[in-house]
């Protein structure tokens, strides 16, 4: 439900995957999709299988580098199509910190942003990103991945999400 006039849309998808390789599925087809200046926030516990979806996202915007854990290094830079920074901000110790990591000067580059631990910096991104909230499921291998796009740029990369699943388990409509 869209209150005013001026509320950005958004959507929501739930999906689970059974496999690494399928997260990495998932998020090749976001990268796939990606543009200038979109922000995907990956939040979740440890092991959730955020870094593995950003793998995705790399291979989806055809980086040359392969992804590595960024724990030490706050950011990483992947080009391809186009550049994505990856960041994981899961070592900072406050909001305060995160003007450092020159997140505004990436989306000035025009490059697309992907974010862990996202919560630790929430002040920084534009509200219009796609969220992607993940956790464990009934089998060690199965990950519940819940979308929440906001703007109309968030909401084409939910689609390429859902697209890469067949019809999720559960689409819904905006806030
Ligand atoms: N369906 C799945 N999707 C993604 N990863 C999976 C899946 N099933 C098992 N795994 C395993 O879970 C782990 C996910 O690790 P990953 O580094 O992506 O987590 P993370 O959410 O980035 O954690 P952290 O917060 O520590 O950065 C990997 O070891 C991967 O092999
Ligand atoms: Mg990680």
Not at 9 to 19: D, G, K, M, Q
């Amino acid at each position: 439900m869209v209150d005013s006039p001026d509320a950005a849309v958004s959507e929501t998808l739930i999906i689970t995957t059974r496999s690494e390789a399928e997260t990495v599925d998932v998020g090749r087809a976001v990268g796939a999709v990606l543009e200038p200046r979109d922000v995907v926030l990956l939040s979740g516990e440890l092991g959730a299988g955020k870094t593995r979806l950003v793998e995705g996202m790399t291979r989806g915007i055809e980086a040359d580098a392969e992804t590595r854990s960024p724990t030490f290094v706050l950011v990483n830079e992947y080009v391809g199509r186009l550049m994505l920074a990856h960041c994981d901000l899961y070592r900072l110790s406050g909001p305060e910190e995160t003007g450092e990591l020159g997140l505004d000067d990436y989306l000035a580059r025009d490059a697309a942003l992907a974010v862990e631990w996202p919560e630790r910096a929430r002040c920084e991104f534009p509200p219009e990103a796609l969220e992607i909230q993940m956790g464990f499921g009934d089998e060690p291998d199965d990950r519940v991945l819940t979308a929440t796009a906001t703007g109309e740029a968030a909401i084409r990369l939910l689609k390429a999400m859902r697209d890469s699943v067949g019809i999720g388990q559960h689409a819904g409509g905006g806030r």
